[in-house]
Structures are given as structure tokens and as C-alpha cells.
């Protein structure tokens, strides 16, 4: 996997979530870009239940799927390190029950088209929870690089090319890994922090409901 970047796009105005990712992918097709199937990610919350002190705040589990990575399986620790194992650690979170419950109401995964373009790949997906579109998320990947300070300007230029109106900020793993290989689960890391984001508007809002 070479070097990506994950950003949330917002939605054009007076248009709604699946209007602009349509808009999105027609930019992508206008440019050359070519359709290769489809693509998932999404986010299992768990949370510490019989392990930790009462008093203490509550732990996150939060374990990943990538269709880009069907044989893997990605466990990330709230402001820990990234497990990755194979699909049977599905299996032990469920014999784990006792310790780590399933928030499932806090499910978010994003799906959508998958683009390639020269050596870029592009995956433009709406954001769900609950099945009810939540956001836009866009991954451009890099395909030949490896190491983010040697394409950053090269990833910006091209995103630049069909989302002319959003620019996306410096993902924080490129901050840890300005030098270092770049792996897969850096990705995974800025799926995570943008998920992350979608829950707290998801809880912002429905705050504001009641």
C-alpha cells in the first residue's frame, strides 16, 4: 500500500450526500479516471466492561475492516498502538464478550466506488450509522510512494484537481511518519479519527433533538 491520505469532503450546498458523491465520481470520470469495483471500510466500537476500576473512564476497542486488506483484521486501541491480526480475531471479541461489550449503535463504515487514475487510486464513499448517511469520505492513495514527505505535494496537487473547493489538512499520522515506511494501518489510523468525528456530530445532533 503506498502513501494515502483520508479526509471527510463536505456536502455541496443544496445538494445532499449521494448527489455529491455522484458529482464527485463524474469529476473522477471526467478526468480519466477508470471504475474498479467497490470498496468498504468500517468500525466496530467496544468498550471495556468487567476490566478497569468503576471509577475510572471508560476504555475503547474500536476493530476495522478494509476491503483492501480481506485477510486482515484491525484492532486500535484508543490513543494506542494498532493490532493487526486475521479475520478469526472477529471470533475472539465475541468470546470476549464478558470484558469488551459491542456499542453496536456506534457502527460506522463507508462504502462506495473505487477509482484508479495513472498511479492513483481513489475511493470516494458515503459515511453511514445507523444506515443513515452521515458524511463523504475521500482516500486518495499514492500508489509507487511510501514514505508521506516524499508525495505530499504530489497528493495535494492531484486532489486539488477534482475537489477544488476542499483542501485537505496534513493527516496527523503523516506528522508521526514524516520519514518512516508508511503501512497499512496508518490508513486505517485516519479512518478511525474521521469515524471518530462523525459520532461526535452524530451526538451533537442528537443532543440538540431532545
Not at 26 to 53: M, P, S, W
Not at 95 to 111: H, I, P
Not at 189 to 209: C, D, H, I, P
Request: proline residues 6%; glycine residues 8%.
Amino acid at each position: 500500500m503506498g502513501v494515502t491520505c483520508v479526509s471527510q469532503v463536505p456536502v455541496a450546498e443544496g445538494k445532499s450526500v449521494q448527489q455529491t458523491v455522484e458529482m464527485l465520481n463524474r469529476k473522477l470520470e471526467q478526468l480519466g479516471a477508470v471504475k474498479q469495483g467497490n470498496f468498504c471500510v468500517d468500525c466496530e466500537t467496544y468498550h471495556a466492561g468487567a476490566i478497569g476500576n468503576p471509577g475510572q473512564p471508560p476504555k475503547f476497542l474500536y476493530v476495522m475492516h478494509n476491503s483492501e486488506a480481506p485477510l486482515s483484521c484491525f484492532a486500535l486501541f484508543e490513543n494506542g498502538p494498532c493490532l493487526v491480526a486475521d479475520p478469526n480475531f472477529d471470533v475472539l471479541m465475541i468470546k470476549l464478550k464478558s470484558y469488551f461489550q459491542n456499542a453496536k449503535s456506534n457502527k460506522v463504515e463507508s462504502r462506495g466506488a473505487r477509482y484508479q487514475y495513472c498511479d492513483f487510486l481513489v475511493k470516494v464513499g458515503t459515511a453511514t450509522m445507523a444506515s443513515s448517511a452521515r458524511g463523504i469520505t475521500v482516500e486518495v492513495e499514492y500508489c509507487p510512494c511510501v514514505t508521506a514527505n516524499d508525495c505530499w505535494n504530489l497528493l495535494m496537487e492531484f486532489m486539488q484537481s477534482f475537489l477544488p473547493s476542499h483542501v485537505p489538512g496534513v493527516p496527523s499520522v503523516f506528522g508521526v511518519k514524516t520519514d518512516g515506511v508508511y503501512s497499512p494501518s496508518d490508513t486505517m489510523a485516519q479512518y478511525l479519527e474521521l469515524f471518530s468525528k462523525l459520532r461526535k456530530q452524530q451526538a451533537a445532533t442528537g443532543s440538540g433533538m431532545r
